[in-house]
């Protein structure tokens, strides 16, 4: 996770705490009952929308949530690349409209770029991304924790026939 993106969900996870407290001192039950509700959105964040890893098996790129799997069939993968915040802006354009999470643990949902449309993403840093690109499906920005690692290893098991 970047310092960036770290010092923010660290803000966001103390804004519930701050929100119950000053609901306490003021006696204000909505104030506390929007804490709870942003406690509980965090939860589901959490638990359905933050990668914890990827892995790489013989047949499937598998992104392990903490309550569910996404298996991506190696199949479908036809190119990987690793980029930096430079690289990503050169192929995908400056300008990027987010549908989904950004701020807790990273950014997740679908992005939308001037120069390469849309995408889904899975990131926690905005250097060392990787993009999956595949035959069905749209592109996969994703930020493992060893980028090289990955690709390497993705691409050793598309060759072998996954």
């Known amino acids: 996770m970047s310092p960036l993106i770290r010092g923010l969900t660290i803000a966001l996870l103390l804004l519930p705490i701050v929100?119950?407290?000053v609901a306490?001192?003021?006696q204000n039950v909505s104030l506390a009952g929007i804490a709870v509700l942003l406690a509980l959105l965090y939860a589901g964040v959490w638990l359905g929308c933050r990668p914890v890893y990827?892995?790489?098996?013989?047949?499937?790129?598998?992104?392990?949530?903490?309550v569910w799997r996404r298996v991506i069939p190696l199949a479908t993968i036809t190119q990987t690349q690793l980029l930096n915040l430079d690289q990503f802006q050169q192929r995908c354009g400056h300008l990027a409209l987010r549908i989904g999470v950004a701020?807790?643990?990273?950014?997740?949902?679908?992005?939308?770029?001037?120069k390469a449309g849309w995408l889904e993403f899975?990131?926690?840093?905005?250097?060392q991304m990787v993009l999956v690109e595949r035959s069905v499906h749209l592109p996969l920005l994703i930020t493992p924790q060893s980028p090289?690692?990955?690709i390497d290893v993705l691409g050793a098991r598309r060759d072998q026939g996954g």
């Open 19 to 21: 929100l119950l407290g």
């Open 24 to 26: 306490f001192v003021l």
């Open 54 to 66: 990827f892995r790489v098996t013989d047949r499937h790129l598998v992104i392990v949530f903490p």
């Open 103 to 114: 701020g807790l643990w990273g950014g997740f949902g679908w992005l939308w770029t001037n």
């Open 122 to 127: 899975y990131v926690s840093r905005a250097d």
């Open 148 to 150: 090289d690692y990955f």
